[in-house]
């Protein structure tokens, strides 16, 4: 008699673990699931197999190969398109000309497959379907039967006013070869919902045999998990290959024997594959780990389910969690029941992984982060939810509406309860998504939203240094990656949230330790109608407007459909300004520039000032923040030209007070000021470091590394709004143009390169930087700056990434390039010093 094993599924009910498995090669106390059913076929005389698949075939025939490895004769049938149950066995009826037995290949059963062939025998029958009672029904067809057996009704995934019975179909069957001329040719058919409900309204002989004993469905992580529990605890038995301890439930594989140092430290059930290591005095309880693991000392495993090539450092917890192939676990880590580890993944050293976590193969988790959601997309579970003041991910795949509103609700348990929070976001549908399921998470926790809906983020940031609000948050497309979305908090003062606050979030957040309020409590949304107004007045008090009325600059804005083309373009028209809008209208976008638009987009900027005789153009960033200049003649600003550009125009138009900027700022911009009697002062580049420094008395202008500025006379948060509106009154305060002051400027090379750097490394180069400046002038404001005469190189470690920056200012360019290789050298030294 032939059997036909049904392999064909793509088990996604069970993933992760089938992501790089077919679900029949799921490892089982270390062997697949299908070797246990052949094993049970082997028993009961059945040695002829047709193997029916679909999903990864490759993996399975590697495996199995002809079957004479494992006793048996296998003949595959790989179907072109998923033509269902019955389907797919019309597709084998070539070799099925005799009595056949269908069973599934990721069952886990120890029924008398015997008993229902005789059954099927005895009643002459021309298909027997194979039935148990279990507890739960619903999820399962129920069958009726008769007293002599006979089929009398189905019912597919009945309720519980439909449950007449607690009988199921297994999905073993024993069929007559003619059965198949039922199954048209090529087309999709399943044996319970089209081909034995026809036989049942033709009155074909068919019947069932009632068979009590074990059968398990493993079709999700939660029932493969019981499964291996229901081994452990001998509800059903399965052969098992590792050679068992005398007088112990152990069994140890080849060349493992050696590596267990304390027999006494495994209790209950423990399965140990070939040539694993179970070192010192690691527990194990009720286990299994598959072939070529290392258990380091100290690590307490507890129904817990380790596949291949798993490596878990010492001092490690994981309790009822399945470890899948190749997975490197660090030191300390805990893993919480019900935990699935997807194949290829590295855990970093006192990592938490909670309970019921499924995360899929090829991730990192960093160390000490705790992993709280499935992880999925990405590559990476971050330690920290920030980024400075910011949440940072891929839009809808790290940050999903359920990760902001839960993130929403852990900001507002951090608030006092009926406190206002000012919301904003830019233009992307996206940034509308995530904020409007972030505000559902703050409403929960009894906080109020004013919702200022679509707005540049200047003009949010100035309404929060009024009174009314105890934070803002802000949502927008990253400039730097458009799969992107970033998520600012601000603080009372629209200042960038500070790190104790960040870490205040992030232990709410991931210890889930929401505040719930009553159901009549939840916090309201409400609307500042006048939020513009007020913005648009104190704008126009920071100004010199006779200056501009009399100069009457011509200039030619970019508003790149941001916010700010509702309100930029009407006061620069009021100040007296001839304004050339490009890209005006603000409408909600899928997407923003890309970095070739944005070149495109500048490019064309460029050409329309020269053609007009204007002043000036101006690029607008998409939140309001950064802005990038052109000059009267073309001439495109990069970043870093703009900051000294600006500042040295300052210089020319102020001379009184001081100038804030980020410890890597050129040194032109210190030659320039001395000149004109402004004093320089250097802070951390971070952008709270900068607006907090450039909130204090006299402070002119301050700028970041990156095209953002702030004249903090109209207020000391970036602001490119305001950005354009103060260059064009110092340009006819001054009488220059930017072309002229650009020209004017001392010259000298600044340099700046990347180099990679772990985080395990970054103190220690600090300390090596340290030592090598003790015997020269160095500044520690933001990393290790080195002063060398009028030159200086600078190694700053980066905050978010695993990088390190070396910047160079020099006289020349030789000596900049000579002093970012001498210090490139030396920290790839230091690196492997370290190593």
């Not at 603080?491 to 709410?508: H, L, N, Y």
């Not at 300004?577 to 490019?603: F, G, H, K, W, Y």
């Not at 320089?680 to 952008?687: F, N």
């Amino acid at each position: 008699m032939k059997a036909v094993l049904m392999a064909g599924g793509f088990g996604t009910r069970i993933h992760p673990l089938t992501i790089n498995l077919p679900k029949p090669m799921i490892p089982l106390i270390n062997r697949p699931i299908m070797l246990h059913i052949i094993d049970l076929l082997k028993k009961h005389g059945i040695n002829d197999l047709v193997l029916l698949l679909y999903h990864q075939p490759e993996i399975i025939k590697n495996f199995f190969g002809d079957g004479s490895e494992f006793g048996v004769n296998i003949t595959y049938v790989t179907p072109l398109e998923d033509y269902g149950t019955a389907g797919a066995v019309k597709a084998a009826a070539k070799f099925l000309d005799k009595r056949f037995l269908i069973i599934s290949g990721d069952l886990l059963t120890d029924f008398d497959l015997s008993k229902v062939i005789a059954c099927h025998e005895a009643n002459h029958s021309r298909a027997t379907i194979t039935l148990t009672s279990v507890k739960d029904p619903l999820q399962f067809g129920v069958v009726i039967t008769d007293k002599q057996g006979r089929v009398t009704k189905f019912l597919e995934k009945p309720g519980w006013g439909e449950v007449f019975s607690d009988t199921i179909n297994t999905g073993i069957y024993v069929l007559e070869p003619e059965v198949l001329d039922l199954i048209p040719e090529g087309e999709n058919r399943d044996w319970s919902k089209d081909i034995f409900p026809k036989m049942l309204e033709e009155g074909a002989p068919l019947y069932g045999c009632n068979l009590s004993g074990y059968w398990a469905d493993i079709g999700n992580t939660d029932a493969y998990l019981a499964a291996c529990h229901d081994i452990a605890s001998k509800k059903v038995k399965v052969d098992i290959r590792e050679k068992k301890v005398k007088d112990r439930d152990i069994y140890l594989g080849v060349e493992t024997l050696v590596a267990v140092q304390n027999l006494s430290n495994l209790e209950e059930m423990v399965v140990l594959g070939d040539n694993t290591h179970v070192q010192g005095l690691a527990r194990l309880k009720n286990c299994v780990v598959g072939r070529n693991c290392i258990i380091e000392d100290g690590v307490e495993l507890e129904d817990a389910i380790l596949w291949d090539n798993v490596y878990v450092k010492k001092g490690s917890r994981i309790k009822g969690a399945v470890l899948c192939h190749n997975i490197r676990a660090g030191q300390g880590i805990v893993v919480e029941e019900g935990a699935i580890i997807g194949d290829e993944t590295t855990i970093g050293d006192g990592a938490l992984i909670k309970q019921d976590v499924k995360i899929w193969p090829r991730k990192e988790v960093e160390g000490g982060s705790t992993v709280t959601t499935n992880l999925i997309w990405g590559e990476k579970w971050r330690k920290s939810l920030f980024e400075g003041a910011e949440v940072r991910g891929l839009t809808n795949v790290e940050l999903t509406p359920e990760f902001t509103a839960k993130l929403g609700a852990a900001y507002g348990s951090t608030l006092p309860k009926d406190s206002f929070v000012l919301a904003g976001r830019d233009a992307i549908r996206a940034s509308r998504m995530l904020k409007r399921s972030f505000v559902g998470g703050l409403l929960s926790a009894g906080v109020n939203v004013r919702d200022t809906k679509m707005i540049s983020l200047p003009v949010l940031r100035y309404k929060l240094t009024t009174f009314g609000e105890t934070g803002g948050i802000h949502f927008r497309q990253s400039p730097e990656d458009p799969a992107a979305t970033e998520i600012i908090f601000f603080d009372a003062e629209g200042v960038e949230v500070s790190s104790s606050t960040t870490k205040g979030i992030e232990r709410v957040f991931y210890k889930e330790n929401f505040r719930r309020v009553h159901y009549s409590e939840p916090g309201g949304i409400s609307e500042l109608p006048r939020i513009y107004d007020f913005y648009r007045e104190g704008f126009l008090r920071s100004l010199n407007r006779e200056v501009l009325r009399k100069t009457a600059p011509k200039i030619v804005l970019d508003l790149n459909h941001s916010p700010a083309g509702n309100l930029l373009p009407g006061i620069l028209n009021e100040l007296g300004c001839e304004v050339i809008e490009l890209n005006s209208q603000a409408t909600e976008m899928e997407n923003v520039n890309t970095p070739e638009q944005v070149r495109r987009a500048m490019d064309q900027l460029s050409r329309i000032v020269v053609t007009l005789e204007a002043t000036a153009g101006f690029w607008m960033g998409p939140s309001g923040e950064r802005v990038r200049l052109v000059d009267e003649k073309g001439g495109e600003f990069s970043d870093l030209e703009a900051l000294v550009t600006l500042s040295a125009l300052v210089c020319k138009a102020e001379s009184l007070g001081a100038i804030v900027l980020p410890i890597q700022a050129p040194s032109i911009i210190d030659e320039v000021a001395r000149e004109s009697g402004l004093k320089i002062r250097r802070t951390k580049s971070d952008g709270r470091s900068l607006v907090e420094a450039a909130a204090e008395r006299g402070v002119q202008f301050s700028a970041a590394i990156d095209g953002r500025f702030a004249f903090p006379a109209f207020q000391a948060n970036f602001d490119a709004l305001f950005t354009v509106a103060k260059t064009l009154e110092l340009l006819g305060k001054t009488g220059l143009s930017l072309n002229r002051i650009r020209e004017e400027l001392p010259q000298r090379a600044y340099r700046q390169i990347q180099v990679p750097c772990s985080w395990e490394h970054k103190g220690g180069l600090m300390r090596k930087m340290s030592e090598d400046s003790v015997d020269r002038e160095a500044t520690f404001i933001d990393g290790v700056k080195v002063h060398m005469g009028g030159d200086w190189v600078l190694f700053l470690p980066d905050q978010h990434r695993p990088i390190a920056h070396i910047i160079a200012d020099a006289a020349d360019a030789e000596q900049a390039d000579q002093l970012i290789e001498t210090y490139r050298r030396k920290v790839e030294e230091w690196k492997r010093e370290l190593a």
